[in-house]
Structure formats: C-alpha cells, structure tokens
C-alpha cells in the first residue's frame, strides 16, 4: 500500500527524475572524461613509437640487435613489442613472431590482434613499421593491456560513485514523499470534518511556511470568511423575522382596535394612520436589506467618476445639523481642502450620510459629533467621531454585519443595517472601513485612494466649522 502511496506522490517522482538527471549528465560527463583519457593515452603511446621508430631507422645492425636482446630480457610483461623483420615479413629477430598487417609508413595503427607463433593473441596493440636502408623491416608496438586496465578503472569508478549518488537521492525522495503524503494525510482529514460540516476545523498550519502551508493559510483565512458569512446567515433569518415581527404585530393590533365595536370614524382613521406607520418601519427593513445586495453586487461601478469628498460632507452635515440639534448634541465639520476620489457620489454621500446618523443616534445629550475629510499620503478619507458608548473591540469588525447590534448601544432604534450598507459600499469602491476607540466614543474612518489627476487643492483653502450648541 505504501509503495503506491509512493510511487504515486509527487516529491518522489521528483526525487526520481532528479535521479535520472544526475545519472544521465553523470554518464555523460564520465564518457566524456573516459573518451579523453584514452584517446591522450593512446596518442602519447603513438608518439613515442614513432618517436622511437625515427631512431632506430639510423642505427647500426649492432645496435639494434643489442636493443632487441635488451628488450627480450626486460619486458617480462610483454607490453611492449620490437622485431625486425626480412623483406618478405618472416622474423628475423625479436617479436611478435609475425610482422602486424600494418602499413610500413612510420606511423601508429591500430592492431586487433597480435601475431603470435601460434595463434594471434586476442590483445589490441599499435605498431609503428618502417624500412630500413638494408631492405628490412623494423616494428615497434605496446600492448594496449594498460590503457584497457584504465579504461576499466575509470568506468568502475563511474558506478560505484553514481550508484550511492542515485541511492542516496532515491532516500530522501521517499523520506520527503512519506513526510509530504502524511501532511496530504492530515490536510485531507481536516477537509473530511469541514465537509461533514464543522466549520470550526481548520487546515494545518507547519512553522516553515511552505507552499503547501502557505496555501493552507489562505484556505483557512477563506474559511474564516466562510463561517463568518454562515454566521451571519444563520441569523439572518431571525433578525429579519424579529424586526419585521414588532410592526406588523402592532399594525395589526391597531387595526383590530380601530375596527373594534364602538369605535368612531377618527379612531379608525388615526389607528390606520398608526398601522400605515409601523408597515411603513416594516417596509423600510426590507428595502434596508436588499438595499445592502444592491450595493454587494456592484452593479454601478460604471457610474465612477471624480467625487470630493470634502463636498459631499458638506452636505451631510447640512442635512443632519437639524437631527443634531433636536438631541442637544453639537456637531462639527472639518473639511478644508479637496479630497478628490473616484466613485458613485450618491452611494458615498449615502456611506457618509448613515456614519453621522449612527454617531447622532448614540452620542447623548450634550455630546458632540466631528465629520472631518482629509489627505494623508496620497490616501483621501473621511473620519466621523462621536462621543457616545463607543465600539467593545470584539465587536469593532461584527458591528458591520447586518442586523448586529452592540449591547452598548441599548434599546436603540434601527434596524441594524445602516453600518452593513456603508461597509458594502466602501468594499464597491475598494475603501477601507475601520473603527477605533475615540475616547470616549467611536471613529469611523472610510478611506481610499485619492483622485490625483483631478483638480488642485488650492481652489478650497478656508475652513468650514460650525458647531451647534446643544438646545
């Protein structure tokens, strides 16, 4: 089972083509160096012959005999060979006993096989033949025993430094492999459990950081996102059924009452009137709630355009200076300079317009409310701060789930959406969405890449502050 397991994994089969790649430039670097190695063997063979053949061409027939005698008595190996042959070829002197079917040029060739007196020795030689002035011949040869004997020690050489080499690779292979397939093994039984449905398993995660953990990272962080979203869509289905469930209860309970015997024409009417309220809160749930699709399908990012964010909280702070004041609570603006971005002027002035309801809705009497729109760092953003209960920091990335509510915030009206729709649509734009700890309070900080093609700064340099002392 294991060797399929083996066979089958992927460091393996590299480990093995590794092998294979080792082994055939291995093989190729030894012939090239056993190639060399015999032909300079056999050229500095070659060149001594002949070397030695141009000598003896001028030598005495005493001398040379002395040679051949001298050679006769010395080479007890038989390598090396010298004989002096008639005009005919017969041996007059020396050996082989038979002039080698060479040509008599006084050059080196190569012989098969040596002659012998009997039969012909089953050896390679090279022999240099040449004729003297007296009508004889003389050969010279060696043995090519020797050079064979090296050709033999650098191949033995070859395999018993490759086999250890492939072995060796062969071992780590299966090592990494077996370690590889045991973390597959682990990573698969994490997926069984997340497919039967625990959402709360995760990949492994190993401290050196591999491809393979680096994957498993991002798998776990899609993971994280996957519960999350499941999270919210388990109580989705509450949320929706509880604020929903309040208004048409009491719409229905004021319409039985206004049609309740004894009831005049202006109680029908103002029971209606109270019913048609409460349907209108029901209604406005829902548009929140697909209000919020709307903007996570993004649908109008063809509509982008050049928007100053300075402006458009201008405006905001127009609209809701009239809410602010009924609470007795101040509001400030800080918007000095043009704070150019790219996107839907209607979508953001809507993201803006729910931060400041949000920080008016929780900020008590006497408390103040800043909107500010800032460059920093090629970066244009808009900050809402308010002073109210501010944001726990477990719950500073929920509270822009839909339908979340804090359990610092209170009874408070809402329904829950209004964070879920500026988050939605800074994540059309691209923008960053955070909250941080105001002390006391929360802020808000939408921000993202300014718009530097558009117009200068300088066309907007005064600052625009108005607070509105609490009533």
Not at 239 to 257: G, N
Not at 461 to 467: I, L
Request: glycine content about 8%; aromatic content about 6%; charged content about 25%.
């Amino acid at each position: 089972m294991w060797k399929n397991e083996l066979l089958r994994s992927r460091a393996f089969r590299l480990a093995l083509a590794f092998a294979l790649a080792i082994t055939a430039a291995a093989t190729v670097v030894f012939t090239f160096i056993y190639l060399q190695i015999s032909a300079a063997a056999i050229q500095r063979v070659s060149d001594r012959l002949a070397f030695e053949a141009g000598l003896a061409r001028n030598e005495s027939d005493a001398e040379l005999h002395l040679r051949i005698e001298q050679h006769l008595t010395s080479d007890l190996r038989r390598l090396d060979f010298v004989g002096l042959y008639d005009s005919s070829g017969a041996v007059l002197l020396g050996d082989p006993a038979a002039l080698p079917p060479i040509r008599i040029d006084g050059r080196a060739h190569l012989v098969g096989s040596i002659p012998g007196p009997g039969a012909a020795r089953a050896e390679e030689g090279i022999f240099v033949a040449i004729r003297r002035s007296d009508g004889s011949i003389l050969a010279l040869g060696r043995s090519l025993a020797e050079i064979n004997a090296l050709r033999e020690s650098v191949a033995s050489a070859l395999a018993i430094s490759l086999a250890p080499t492939i072995v060796l690779i062969l071992v780590i292979g299966a090592f990494f492999a077996r370690r590889a397939n045991r973390r597959l093994a682990n990573i698969h039984a994490a997926i069984g459990e997340i497919v039967k449905g625990d959402f709360k398993q995760r990949l492994p995660v190993f401290a050196e950081l591999d491809d393979v953990d680096l994957v498993s990272r991002d798998v776990n962080l899609m993971l994280d996102d996957i519960a999350r979203l499941l999270e919210q869509l388990r109580n989705v289905g509450d949320d929706i059924a509880h604020d929903l469930r309040t208004p048409l209860a009491v719409a229905r309970a004021k319409i039985e009452r206004g049609l309740a015997r004894g009831a005049s024409l202006d109680d029908l009417r103002a029971a209606m009137a109270e019913a048609l309220d409460h349907l209108d809160r029901a209604a406005a749930t829902i548009g929140a709630f697909l209000r919020v699709s709307a903007v996570e399908h993004g649908r109008r990012q063809g509509r982008f355009a050049p928007v100053d964010l300075s402006s458009v909280c201008t405006g905001v702070f127009e609209f809701y200076e009239p809410l602010a004041q009924s609470k007795g609570v101040a509001i400030a603006l800080d918007a000095p300079q043009l704070a150019l971005v790219s996107g839907d002027e209607d979508l953001l002035r809507e993201a803006i317009s729910n931060l400041v309801e949000n920080a008016i809705k929780f900020t008590p009497e006497g408390g103040l409310v800043r909107v500010a729109a800032n460059v920093e760092d090629g970066k244009a953003g808009v900050t809402v701060s308010d002073s109210g209960p501010g944001v726990a920091p477990q719950d500073r990335e929920r509270i822009f789930w839909r339908f979340f509510r804090s359990d610092r915030t209170g009874p408070a009206s809402g329904n829950g959406l209004g964070l879920s729709i500026a988050a939605a649509i800074a994540k059309l734009h691209g923008f960053s969405l955070k909250v941080e700890d105001n002390a006391p309070g929360a802020r808000f900080t939408l921000r993202g890449d300014a718009n530097l093609g558009g117009p200068t700064a300088t066309g907007r340099s005064e600052v625009t502050e108005a607070v509105v002392a609490p009533v």
